[in-house]
């Protein structure tokens, strides 16, 4: 009989519904009946895309005598932490602070007060490798719980005192400057892999925001220590088995340092963001590289991701049915020579071994080898290597796909729909500014309520139920504010300022730092609060930002005042942990360079004014803010009072409050930009 997650909105939740374990979605009443029975909560967190919480749930919640023990001594919470960013935020900070160590599955017990007492993550069937069963975790914990209550209680009170002392340190006051960034980037030196780019050992994960500080500091400084950091390392992932050679988009990381071997899960965040880096580092360098790898990340998004309402699925899994009914990571995407001569012929399959460094030993498991890019295919043979990919491309098609989750989330949307807007615009691909329109207008309609607070997730159309973190209403102004510079249309302007005002509203707190939840948001333990970014931008450095580039459009002091308080937290962190606020150091950057502002006048249908629109949209200054439209035009304030000269399309450049003069010349533009 299915349990309670029969009618979540979760795809993650949703697999769990027929386990059986009895479980519980998040909510009061799972902790009013641990009250009543006496018993403690066993919290499981994970995502859907997560290879070890699929293997802890083949092994141990399928498993009917392992779902006995759980049903007969605790209530079973499931929680996917893409729903609940908030609630996994509290409990893997006291995993960590308890263990040193966090990931998913993670597993929580907690008193039916929601305070946690025992933590780990994935726990096997039987012991292995020092590591307890789960049975036998279970059978600990419930006897904890009957014989030594006093200790569990003294141990969860001193949890919770723990994490409600923990506070941060902003930084003082005053925002990262020049001697804050400079430290910043001598950090990242000597961190940076010069053999393989990147930064760090294994496992190895896309540094796209970090990619993006760097692009902006050369811009800003022509630094080419920068530039060579963020090139290299952007040609390194393009040719390595991260990147999916053949249907384009990035893995979320690699489990060794040269970026061979990939997680084969692909996230919508990741690709959104490097996307974009892809697609800045083209406007850098002109690389046919980074145009390539930005558009088939785009493709991507969009062939594999949109979902039937125009919005962007979370993910899709690592795992898949090899051939044989069996789950397999990376069964989708990796190739032997015999399977190449099986599509190929003998002859195209040779050439295909060698152009993707297929061999006979295999770089991945069984022998099989992940599609590498190891060198620039012989420009003769370039009509070859586009028909063996179409067919390799087309014989992959055939295989079993990976599983999908279909959710909707308003922050990664928010991400996708800057990448495909601006991706759009620089490469002439309107059909990507459309793609990008409508994920926007599926989140005004679903997403966004009649006083724009926003649910964080939606599924098939239908808004779930849990609220917008910072992170939502960060990442939604920013795509709003990129789409509102690339059509012209200031509709969007005016979403993302209903947006940022609820950030000033309800997730600001003394002296410029931020909360993670609303101030009105359901109760934790702890309110979470992490200026630190992860696999994507924080919500606090995501706010910066948007607050920032709001500030520029519109001349609000109070969203200009509340990006550089925010900031704070960058002046202490970035010389010490730079690889860990890279967006915030993008953000810094911004501010230090203006941002510019620049207005362009005249009718949309002149090509003297498609010229000097053409030349802003190609600025590399850090985090430039773009209004386009007819002089005196009323939805972006930056249009206002700027007229045509002498009957011609105009462009204005203002920067720290003051203005040049206009011009009409994209030549003479470039150079003030």
Not at 63 to 76: P, R, S
Not at 101 to 107: A, F, V, Y
Not at 357 to 366: L, Q, R, S
Not at 567 to 583: D, E, Q, S, T
Request: aromatic share 8%; with cysteine; net charge negative.
């Amino acid at each position: 009989m299915p349990n309670r997650l029969a009618h979540e909105t979760s795809p993650y939740l949703l697999q769990h519904a027929d386990n059986p374990v009895d479980w519980w979605p998040w909510s009061a009443e799972a902790f009013e009946e641990a009250r009543r029975r006496d018993v403690p909560v066993l919290l499981s967190v994970g995502y859907s895309s997560c290879h070890w919480c699929h293997v802890m749930a083949h092994e141990s919640f399928e498993d009917d005598t392992t779902a006995a023990l759980v049903n007969d001594h605790f209530v079973a919470v499931k929680v996917d932490r893409e729903e609940r960013p908030d609630v996994d935020a509290v409990y893997m900070e006291a995993v960590q602070a308890a263990t040193g160590q966090g990931g998913w599955p993670m597993t929580v017990f907690l008193t039916p007060d929601a305070a946690p007492f025992y933590f780990g993550t994935y726990f096997p069937p039987e012991p292995r490798h020092g590591m307890p069963s789960f049975p036998e975790v279970l059978e600990g914990v419930r006897a904890a719980w009957a014989d030594r209550r006093g200790e569990v209680d003294e141990v969860a009170d001193r949890i919770v005192k723990d994490l409600a002392g923990r506070s941060l340190a902003y930084g003082g006051d005053g925002v990262p400057g020049e001697e804050e960034l400079a430290g910043a980037l001598l950090a990242l030196t000597r961190e940076y892999d010069a053999t393989r780019g990147g930064f760090g050992g294994a496992p190895k994960f896309p540094p796209s925001m970090v990619l993006e500080f760097l692009l902006r500091h050369h811009a800003r400084t022509g630094s080419e220590g920068a530039l060579q950091m963020a090139a290299d390392t952007c040609e390194a992932m393009a040719r390595g088995g991260i990147y999916d050679q053949l249907g384009g988009g990035f893995a979320r990381y690699a489990v060794d340092r040269a970026w061979v071997v990939p997680h084969f899960e692909k996230m919508l965040y990741d690709n959104a963001l490097l996307c974009r880096v892809y697609a800045h580092l083209w406007k850098a360098t002109g690389s046919d590289l980074a145009r390539r790898v930005a558009l088939e990340t785009a493709d991507f998004m969009v062939r594999e991701l949109r979902t039937p309402e125009g919005g962007f699925a979370s993910a899709l899994d690592a795992d898949s049915d090899d051939g044989t009914g069996k789950h397999v990571e990376g069964a989708f995407y990796v190739w032997t020579p015999a399977r190449l001569t099986e599509v190929l012929g003998a002859e195209d399959a040779a050439l295909a071994a060698a152009h993707y460094g297929v061999t006979e030993d295999g770089t991945f498991e069984h022998g099989s080898s992940v599609l590498q890019l190891p060198q620039e295919a012989d420009p003769a043979d370039g009509a070859r290597i586009a028909s063996i990919a179409a067919r390799l491309l087309a014989a992959r098609e055939e295989r079993a796909r990976p599983g999908r989750d279909d959710k909707v989330v308003a922050a990664w949307n928010g991400l996708a729909i800057a990448a495909l807007a601006e991706t759009g615009a620089l490469f002439d691909r309107p059909d990507l500014v459309e793609r990008a329109t409508e994920a926007a207008d599926l989140l005004v309609r679903v997403h966004m309520d009649e006083t724009a607070r926003l649910t964080r997730t939606s599924k098939d159309g239908r808004a779930g139920t849990n609220a917008g973190v910072l992170e939502d209403y960060a990442d939604v102004a920013e795509g709003f504010l990129a789409l509102a510079a690339v059509t012209g249309e200031g509709t969007w302007l005016e979403f993302a300022g209903f947006l940022l005002d609820i950030v000033l509203d309800r997730f600001t707190a003394e002296g410029g730092a931020l909360y993670d939840t609303a101030h009105d948001a359901e109760a934790l333990i702890r309110r979470p609060q992490d200026p630190t970014d992860n696999a994507a931008p924080s919500g606090w450095t995501a706010a910066a930002g948007a607050l920032l580039s709001y500030a520029a459009q519109t001349g609000s002091e109070a969203h200009r005042a509340a990006a550089v308080g925010a900031l704070g937290v960058v002046k202490a962190l970035g010389p010490r942990a730079p690889r860990f606020i890279g967006w915030g150091l993008a953000v810094a950057e911004a501010l230090l360079d203006g941002p510019r502002e620049i207005a362009v006048v005249g009718d949309p249908a002149d090509p003297a004014f498609r010229a000097l629109r053409r030349t802003a949209l190609l600025a590399t200054t850090p985090g430039a803010v773009l209004a386009t439209g007819a002089p005196g035009g009323e939805e972006f304030p930056l249009l206002a009072d700027r007229p045509l000269v002498g009957g011609s399309a105009a462009a204005y450049v203002c920067r720290h409050f003051t203005c040049d003069a206009p011009v009409t010349d994209p030549a003479e533009l470039r150079r003030k930009l």
